[in-house]
């Protein structure tokens, strides 16, 4: 059995730091609680998957909206620690996101995902979303 809820005390969102690491390899654990309480000023939230005392997967997202879509829900980070991958621990975290999203009267659930990124390509799709666009990015 899981339980999956919304990070909000410094506690634990340390203990989600080690599976964000494997998604976002660039983050430091002695900053990480200080970013994410600060984009949380900001609407971002961390929801968490956990199973037998150990979390398994998280997510970041955010609501927002836009003339071209209306009200969404943005995930900017979906990640399964990979040792409990092919589990269905990120499948369920993603249906979270969906009823999250419906629960917050969202039109749409969007995410960019890295074009190198073919496992979670096949993972999105067969999740059954479409590819609707194309990111374009310019370092400042």
């Given at each position: 059995m899981h339980q999956i809820a919304l990070?909000?005390?410094?506690?634990?969102?340390?203990?989600?730091?080690?599976?964000?690491l494997e998604l976002?390899?660039?983050?430091v654990q002695s900053?990480?609680?200080q970013q994410v309480q600060r984009?949380?000023?900001?609407?971002?939230q961390l929801a968490y998957l956990e199973a037998d005392g150990s979390i398994r997967a998280v997510a970041g997202f955010r609501l927002s909206e836009c003339l071209a879509t209306g009200k969404f829900l943005y995930v900017d980070d979906l990640v399964t620690r990979?040792?409990?991958r092919s589990h269905g621990y990120g499948e369920a975290l993603f249906h979270w996101l969906?009823?999250?999203?419906?629960?917050?009267?969202?039109?749409?659930?969007?995410?960019?995902?890295?074009?190198?990124?073919?496992?979670?390509?096949?993972?999105?799709?067969?999740q059954r979303m479409d590819i609707t666009s194309h990111h374009f990015a310019l370092k400042l």
């Open positions: 990070a909000v005390s410094e506690g634990t969102i340390t203990r989600c730091f080690p599976v964000m976002r390899p660039h983050l900053t990480f609680v984009q949380q000023q900001h609407g971002y990979s040792g409990d969906i009823d999250y999203a419906k629960a917050h009267d969202c039109q749409q659930l969007s995410l960019d995902s890295g074009v190198q990124r073919f496992a979670a390509h096949r993972f999105y799709l067969r």
